[in-house]
């Protein structure tokens, strides 16, 4: 029988009206691990983001923007309504559930993977509604279910993170004596990652593990999977003072806490932690004070993040130098290009993974943006129209994310025009320069208006903050023209943040064009007029100049793009071999 | 004796710790008459907005960034600390009062000049104090008080208004009925004269009339003094079935009211008002429905304040052509192109005032935002350096607001790039095409970017909406990169919106630079994509081309200039005589 038939059995046996299942773990991830994915196996779609509501005779996909597209295409023939956010007409989830659940009727969900912000917003605005925070009915349903994931802890040593745990920590809890905090509960992998200075490899091409943290104004208790930690982790542990439980121990351990101001970040946490400390201890709801920390990067991980760009930049262009100059000749398709590439990386030094799926799309497949090509999808290349790339490395060094689209033979007028428009907009951002305070919803327009001056339209941020050998979506900075609570990426603009700057133009069917750097946001100068911000691009790769109509483009235009592929050329040159080294002169020739 | 300190004996004789004058009337408006001019009175700073605190021995001015400059001079030597609003380190008046007022102290003032909104919020923050809401002594004070302004109202008749006054109340009872009010307190005079269709002349150069409004379900109360209004207006109010009340009982009458859900705002209406009718009734804090419903010009209103402007154009042009034909000859000073400037007004059909006091500012005045010459100050006018002239016009068929920057003489190179900039801004503002819900926080950057890229600023925003023969400042649309609540100048852009577009650069004891053009919303087109508006400018002037770098300007910004200019040349040609035909040709040439 259908998946979501049963389920919709157990929910009338249980006179549960409606059940949610978001794509989530127990600690508020973006990408979660295969254990995790309740939603994809019930539904068939693969997209990163959406989420699912099964009523007992209907079921609702919500997916965003990037993902409409491809949802439709894995949603067909299913008895699922697709609900695209941000469209207008579209009901968001909140005001879904407000128009559907009458007085009396049952929401039911597991509260582990279920955002507290989420759910006491809608506890409010549902008054009258029961809620029952502990129905986990997939193991009735999912029989090949995956295990946890599991992987061994491995330290970013200092000279890579620029401080120690005992400073970071010392940072943390001084923010945490400011907001007259004696207590905080993190359970975000990132942040705790950041935190101990070490990584693991739990959630695909994101060099986290499971855990939860406990932390007072003397002791910092780690709850995670003893088995994933090998005697060297278990000394630094030690050395550190950071008190060992079992993962399983933490809902139990933390429900006896009591009397404590506890620093939690609602966003951030799953309703079960929040009904195991609600109680008993004052709750301060704050931002978690490592998101800060952790998204404005030391001088250290600066300078070792743009050695990353080097690395990536150099595998990059030896991918472009092979894709462009043998489309002609040899067989290659978007299963391939994808391998070659990742081949190209691990050939570089202290590269640990990829940082996502590769996006290697051809063609049409290029309007979908998070395209990944499987057995099924797969196309070959040929000597015209556009490859769109999306890809990115985690190094020791840092973490990276780049998108170049190539022109794989000659292009019509009205390509070069889309392409041309998309250089516009990343330099247009590229050179912004700003007072202190800005965010990024002031600034998305700088990338956003010259598509919008062809009425196109991308339907999705512009850019959003990079980790450091970490997510390489990271909260808080990012740009985007509407403000989006639930993704927290519209933070003022501070130096030391790394943001990209990817605009692009997607058309359905036809073919997808983005380009993608990163930026460092840097100072620009001082005035009476205040303190002025700015962007220092540290992604290195060559933009397809066959793909540019020049005439298009303004003086200071040109000069941005012939100044930028200058310092490709110096850059990548000292790591390339002739023939590659003679290619890229070519195409980073002053136009 | 010096009045604040008068003033601070009655504070210690009555135990206040704190006393509030903000620039207000009764009816929240942003140009008072002169009754009201309270602050102006006691501190001798005549810009338009300000707030003082006095406490029993010190005194503080609040004032933006528009007069930081003219504040400074105006209170040297006088005990009173200027606060410069928007600053850093500069606290807010609600911070200040927070960090100053300590438990059980007393804060006073007169509740009918207090803004509710503002008293609310700092009541929760300060939970400890007492208020004395009461508190006017400035009749003790104040011996040559001016009166209550008195003016006849007027009818603004159909084609120009678009709508009659029936209509118009149907949509706002709509509105009321939609927010589930039964009744509406209306106190802004803006938002009375634009629903009755009356104009008067309570507040210089804002035509309109001190009155309160209530209404419900089936009646519409006008509380006005009774000798304003001659047989005529009687009988349209009659005719439209408005009942009239005198001036003074509204307090009286609405302290009666009971059971009602009234829909106030809680931003628009005084502290007296809230007082009044808080306890007996259900309030719904909600924005006036008549303040969008005004915003969003119907399309007779559109075809109106164009040909307002064309008259606005002819008479700026006019003395442009006198200013810069006979600078090298003739004797004039700020002062006397300020009435000339009047005059050509005077001269057009249907004028009935200037929109505001002229700021006809040379050299370094131009630098204070708001410089107002008088008989000190005035200057007279050399062939050199830059003369800012920004003013405009009430006309029956709307209201006007221009700023024009001459180039007396010969510029230096700083002064060229300085004008060519801000020339550049004004083009990228109007030049933006956007989706539907943006806001003018989202476009700011465009006309700031290229200022900011010299590390320069203005510290105020870059363009307001305009009322039609009404406030020249009117909500609730904006341009401004960070969100001020109290100016409420933030919200979606909406066709049929008018918005002014003024960036500037302003130096200290050197210029200011400010053109300024009016903008209608206007639909620019739909796609797949969604709806895309822009804008249309309406502002028609020559921009000084003795003041321009052309090298500077980008292909696009030449045609767009030309093209403006064009237009310019087009349409005003017909109203001036054959001397000013051929000057207007050559400065409106090619470039």
């Not at 599991?150 to 970071?168: H, I």
């Not at 620093?263 to 008993?280: H, P, Q, S, T």
């Amino acid at each position: 029988m259908d998946k979501i038939k049963k389920l919709q059995q157990i929910l009338t046996l249980n006179q549960i009206d409606a059940y949610i299942i978001p794509t989530a773990d127990e600690h508020n991830s973006e990408y979660i691990s295969a254990y995790y994915k309740i939603r994809e196996y019930l539904t068939g779609f693969t997209g990163s983001a959406g989420t699912l509501i099964i009523t007992q005779n209907k079921a609702f996909l919500w997916t965003d923007g990037r993902y409409h597209i491809q949802a439709t295409k894995q949603l067909e023939g299913k008895p699922i309504t697709l609900m695209k956010q941000g469209l207008p007409n579209v009901p968001s989830i909140e005001e879904f559930l407000i128009e559907h659940l009458k007085k009396g009727n049952t929401l039911a969900f597991n509260g582990k993977t279920m955002d507290a912000s989420f759910l006491l917003n809608l506890k409010e605005k549902l008054p009258n509604i029961n809620i029952k925070a502990d129905a986990d009915f997939i193991h009735e349903i999912w029989e090949e279910r995956p295990e946890l994931p599991f992987s061994f802890l491995f330290k970013l040593e200092e000279f890579y993170a620029g401080k120690s745990f005992k400073e970071k920590v010392f940072e943390l809890r001084a923010e945490l004596l400011t907001a007259k905090a004696d207590a905080h509960i993190l359970s975000t992998l990132e942040d705790q990652a950041w935190l101990y200075n070490l990584r693991a490899d739990d959630i695909p091409h994101t060099p986290v593990f499971l855990a939860f943290t406990f932390i007072t104004d003397n002791e910092c208790h780690l709850f995670i999977q003893s088995k994933k930690i090998d005697k060297i982790i278990e000394k630094y542990l030690k050395e550190n003072e950071i008190i060992l439980h079992e993962y399983t121990e933490f809902y139990q351990y933390i429900s006896q806490v009591n009397d404590k101001h506890i620093l939690l970040d609602f966003k951030k946490i799953n309703y079960a932690i929040y009904l195991a400390v609600a109680e008993k201890n004052q709750l301060i709801c704050k931002q978690n004070p490592t998101l800060l920390l952790k998204a404005i990067k030391n001088k250290c991980e600066i300078e070792n993040i743009k050695h990353a760009h080097v690395k990536d930049g150099v595998a990059f262009t030896k991918l472009m130098y092979h894709v462009k100059s043998s489309i002609q000749d040899s067989t290659m398709n978007e299963l391939s290009v994808t391998s070659l590439l990742q081949k190209f990386r691990e050939q570089q030094e202290s590269f640990i993974d990829i940082s996502f799926d590769t996006i290697c799309a051809y063609k049409e497949h290029g309007a979908m943006m998070h395209y990944k090509a499987t057995e099924d999808s797969n196309v070959s290349l040929e000597p015209n129209d556009f490859l769109l790339i999306d890809s990115g490395g985690h190094y020791l060094d840092g973490t990276t994310d780049i998108t170049r689209t190539l022109a794989l033979g000659a292009l019509t007028d009205t390509q070069k025009l889309h392409f041309t428009t998309v250089l516009k907009s990343v330099i247009a951002l590229s050179e912004a320069v700003f007072l202190k305070g800005v965010k990024g919803i002031n600034l998305d327009i700088l990338a956003r208006g010259p598509i919008w001056k062809l009425l196109l339209d991308y339907k999705c941020g512009t850019g959003h903050g990079v980790g450091y050998l970490l997510s390489v979506h990271e909260a808080p900075n990012g740009f985007r023209w509407q403000v989006v609570p639930e993704r927290n990426d519209s933070a003022e603009l501070v130096p030391g943040m790394i943001t990209t700057n990817e605009p692009g133009i997607y058309l359905e069917n036809k073919y997808g064009i983005r380009i993608e750097n990163e930026m460092l946001c840097v100072t620009k100068g001082k005035s009476d007029f205040g303190d002025f911000l700015g962007f220092e691009t540290i992604t290195v790769a060559p933009i397809d100049l066959d793909a540019i109509d020049i005439a298009l483009l303004t003086k200071e235009e040109i000069r941005w793009l012939n100044q930028y592929h200058q310092k490709v050329y110096d850059t990548l040159s000292p790591y390339l071999d002739e023939e590659e080294q003679s290619w890229l002169k070519h195409y980073t020739r002053e136009i």
